[in-house]
């Protein structure tokens, strides 16, 4: 309802998220044409504790593989894996530190695309960013401390970046809320803010592809705000609103191969529109203001009626 008409959901709970995906698509339920991709693709990790459901710990290839056909047996429409530990994590894992190796994110690559599909990797760190451009994986997940040579690399192999930009901002608008956190989680949102936004603006810069996501989920960062990415993608990275526009729109039906049938309105194209009461390339803010969806040619939203 908040004008987010397609998601992909790249980190699910025990295979619910598959579940609720087939109940909108039989009608039963309202809700986004949803993207899966079943459980993240993990080494043994201190973290597999703190979301119970949401990974597949797989250590060498060969466990990577049978991993990969697992989460495509479930029911998932591409593969994610974790190129690199992430910060919501605990304080044994560094969101800097390579996780998966070439040779184990290769293999899940080579399943994705045995079965016509392809990888999202979660990659903070520098080399993991490298590694799984390399290896062929579709989009690198936030990317927050690639380099120029990574950014190169991207930009030379055609890689999406969804930098997620909004997930900082939303953990630390309430203060009261964050300071509920555990302190080595507070402590790398609060370091990692400017960091992200020059990452964001070099990359940018650099040319390489972007595709919008919101991470919704991590802590502050909820379903229905989602537009909160674009917005910051203009205000606080140098992104004109027309870009951000495309990237969430155009790029992200690009991303998951949809081209053809989503993200821009066209003849021949499923009939997802929104609307809000102003011109979003004079004030991007305004779309937090939707007033008016449609998904599928089916309007669910119209608070102009």
């Known amino acids: 309802m908040?004008?987010?008409t397609t998601a992909r959901d790249v980190g699910g709970w025990d295979y619910?998220?598959?579940?609720?995906?087939?109940?909108?698509?039989?009608?039963?339920?309202?809700?986004?044409?949803?993207?899966?991709?079943?459980?993240?693709?993990?080494?043994?990790?201190?973290?597999?504790?703190?979301?119970?459901?949401?990974?597949?710990?797989?250590?060498?290839?060969?466990?990577?593989?049978?991993?990969?056909?697992?989460?495509?047996a479930m029911g998932a429409n591409l593969i994610k894996i974790l190129a690199s530990g992430a910060v919501n994590s605990t304080k044994y894992e560094r969101a800097d530190a390579i996780q998966l190796r070439p040779d184990e994110i290769t293999a899940a690559v080579e399943i994705a695309e045995d079965n016509y599909t392809h990888v999202a990797a979660h990659a903070h760190a520098t080399e993991a960013i490298k590694?799984?451009?390399r290896c062929g994986?579709?989009?690198?997940?936030?990317?927050?401390y690639a380099d120029d040579e990574a950014l190169a690399l991207m930009v030379e192999h055609g890689t999406y970046l969804v930098p997620t930009f909004c997930t900082a901002h939303a953990f630390l608008k309430d203060p009261k809320f964050a300071d509920q956190a555990l302190p080595h989680v507070k402590e790398r949102y609060k370091s990692r803010e400017v960091m992200r936004q020059k990452n964001v603006r070099a990359a940018h810069k650099a040319?390489?592809?972007?595709?919008?996501g919101s991470d919704v989920g991590t802590p502050g960062n909820h379903c229905g705000e989602n537009m909160q990415e674009p917005v910051l993608l203009v205000?606080?990275?140098?992104?004109?609103?027309?870009?951000?526009?495309?990237?969430?729109?155009?790029?992200?039906?690009?991303?998951?191969?949809?081209?053809?049938?989503?993200?821009?309105?066209a003849q021949g194209r499923i009939a997802d529109i929104i609307a809000v009461p102003r011109n979003p390339l004079d004030d991007i803010a305004t779309l937090h203001d939707v007033d008016f969806v449609m998904k599928d040619g089916v309007v669910f939203r119209d608070d102009r009626a």
């Open 131 to 133: 590694n799984a451009v």
């Open 137 to 144: 994986c579709r989009s690198i997940e936030h990317g927050s």
């Open 16 to 72: 619910h998220e598959i579940a609720v995906r087939e109940a909108i698509d039989a009608g039963k339920i309202e809700g986004a044409r949803l993207f899966c991709s079943g459980k993240i693709l993990s080494m043994t990790s201190s973290s597999t504790p703190y979301y119970p459901g949401m990974y597949e710990e797989c250590d060498g290839p060969a466990e990577i593989r049978k991993g990969a056909r697992k989460q495509l």
């Open 2 to 4: 908040c004008g987010i």
């Open 207 to 212: 040319g390489v592809k972007m595709a919008m």
């Open 235 to 265: 205000e606080k990275c140098g992104l004109s609103p027309a870009e951000a526009i495309l990237i969430s729109t155009r790029n992200g039906a690009e991303l998951l191969g949809q081209e053809d049938n989503l993200g821009t309105i």
